[in-house]
Antibody, heavy 119, light 106 residues
Framework: QVQLVESGGGVVQPGRSLTLSCAASAFTFSTYSMHWVRQAPGKGLEWVAVISYDGINKYYADSVKGRFTISRDNSKNTLYLQMNSLTAEDTAVYYC????????????WGQGTLVTVSS | DIQMTQSPSTLSASVGDRVTITCRASQSISSWLAWYQQKPGKAPKLLIY???SLESGVPSRFSGSGSGTEFTLTISSLQPDDFANYYCQQYNSFWTFGQGTKVEIK
């Protein structure tokens, strides 16, 4: 069955960088747009970034624009999120999720990876 | 940016109750709306898409309706497994979630 498995979370100091990964399996990864969504502790869901199936088009939430970079390696069925200049406000569980094209729902989600920004 | 507003924020109900959650968009999103259920420590689970289409495997007690700016999620007879948080999401223009509704035991 479709699986999305995030990794790379942990504790990081303010101002530092971290890269998250999302390994996909049991579907044709290269035909799906992929997203990152985050959830701060006790809060709601916030869409973070999307990358098109071919990696050409990328869009970001204003809250992370200029600091985060989404990328993918279709040969490895893996999605990435490079996070720079991290602040306490970036502390959250980060989920990857897929959509079939842009105007579509998130039908599968990973289990999430926790990023804690703290000194 | 399209804003999504859910109501109520918290809903207290009993097993067997009919439950309705409302979601309002700041501008028309046609029927590009999804509903998700999330339990503590778990990823969100898709329930409804395109406002009223039931995701495969989701019990038929869940239903969605609406178009334009007003949408509802209805649980016809609340079951013990349904106590959770629920989120609406628009995908007409980028992606925005409502702030969530917690369905708790009365």
């Amino acid at each position: 069955q479709v699986q999305l498995v995030e990794s790379g979370g942990g504790v990081v100091q303010p101002g530092r960088s971290l890269t998250l990964s999302c390994a996909a399996s049991a579907f044709t990864f290269s035909t799906y747009s992929m997203h990152w969504v985050r959830q701060a502790p006790g809060k709601g869901l916030e869409w973070v970034a999307v990358i098109s199936y071919d990696g050409i088009n990328k869009y970001y939430a204003d809250s992370v624009k200029g600091r985060f970079t989404i990328s993918r390696d279709n040969s490895k069925n893996t999605l990435y999120l490079q996070m720079n200049s991290l602040t306490a406000e970036d502390t959250a569980v980060y989920y990857c999720a897929r959509t079939n094209g842009y105007k579509n729902r998130f039908d599968y989600w990973g289990q999430g990876t926790l990023v804690t920004v703290s000194s | 940016d399209i804003q999504m507003t859910q109501s109520p924020s918290t809903l207290s109900a009993s097993v067997g109750d009919r439950v309705t959650i409302t979601c309002r968009a700041s501008q028309s999103i046609s029927s590009w709306l999804a509903w998700y259920q999330q339990k503590p420590g778990k990823a969100p689970k898709l329930l409804i898409y395109k406002a009223s289409s039931l995701e495969s495997g989701v019990p038929s007690r869940f239903s969605g309706s609406g178009s334009g700016t007003e949408f509802t999620l209805t649980i016809s007879s609340l079951q013990p497994d349904d106590f959770a948080n629920y989120y609406c999401q628009q995908y007409n223009s980028f992606w925005t979630f409502g702030q969530g509704t917690k369905v708790e035991i009365k």
